[in-house]
């Protein structure tokens, strides 16, 4: 958990679904900006979920490696109680962040579905789709890592906010302050890494794929930085510090 550093903080929740995969270099902006989160490890011996309770400021679900949310052997094993979870969420108004697999529960929640895909991991590009895509901080293009199971089937009241050069969705929204990432929008290459070799299920052309991270590593850190303004401002997680240090720059 990140640490306070003086004043009011806010918390997020994050489900994990495998060791490897966390929120990468989303952590030091999160911290930067004082916003705190937790780890909730459900894979884990002992490990458990949150209840609506613990998301008093948002839930993040980052992806999950092999696992899928569409029907079949490789489906989630805590898949229809994270659904409830992030339907809660929502009905609440708690802001949601789904990344891979977390983007395919935030569909689900939300009354979309999930098709079967094979375990793709490729090294693209992502390209905007509307101009105002979180509040107008979204690059034009950005790199956009996809490592996951299955293709995500949009709810009707879904908005695109980007997609990859075959049309996919990149980035959706859903309500005011719910989007979905096909994408890890903060990746590290050493956590793809560990992911590959955590699981014996792992992805085809992975050597290839490592490569072209390794050369867009700079460009997703680059881009993280509007991508994080734009989420902590529709999320509604900007706190007073970010809002004076926002008038001052």
Known sequence: MARATGGL???????????????????????????????????????????????TEGLVLVGGGPWGAAPGPHRLPSLDTEVKIVSAALAAARPV?????????????????VTVAPFEF???????????????????NYPLVR????EVVLPSRARVLAQDETGRPALF?????????SGHPGVKSAMVEDLIMEFADGP??????????????????????????????????????DLD?????
């Open 9 to 55: 903080m806010k918390t997020l929740a994050i489900i994990q679904h495998t060791s490897s995969e966390y929120l990468g270099l989303i952590e030091d902006h999160l911290e930067g900006r004082r916003i705190r989160f937790r780890y909730f490890r459900p894979f884990t011996a002992g490990g458990s979920l949150p209840g609506i309770g613990d998301i």
């Open 97 to 113: 962040i789904g990344i891979g697999l977390g983007a395919q529960i935030l569909a689900l929640a939300a009354g979309g579905d």
């Open 122 to 140: 490729t090294v693209g590009i992502a390209t905007r789709t509307v101009d105002d895509a979180l509040g107008g901080f979204l690059p034009r």
């Open 147 to 150: 490592l996951q199971r299955d």
């Open 173 to 181: 929204q859903y309500g005011g302050s719910a989007f979905g990432f």
């Open 204 to 241: 085809l052309e992975a050597k290839s794929a490592l490569a072209a991270l390794r050369a867009a590593q700079v460009a997703i850190e680059d881009a993280l930085v509007p991508i994080m303004t734009g989420l902590v401002q529709c999320t509604g997680l900007m706190s007073e510090f």
């Open 245 to 249: 240090t926002a008038r001052d720059s």
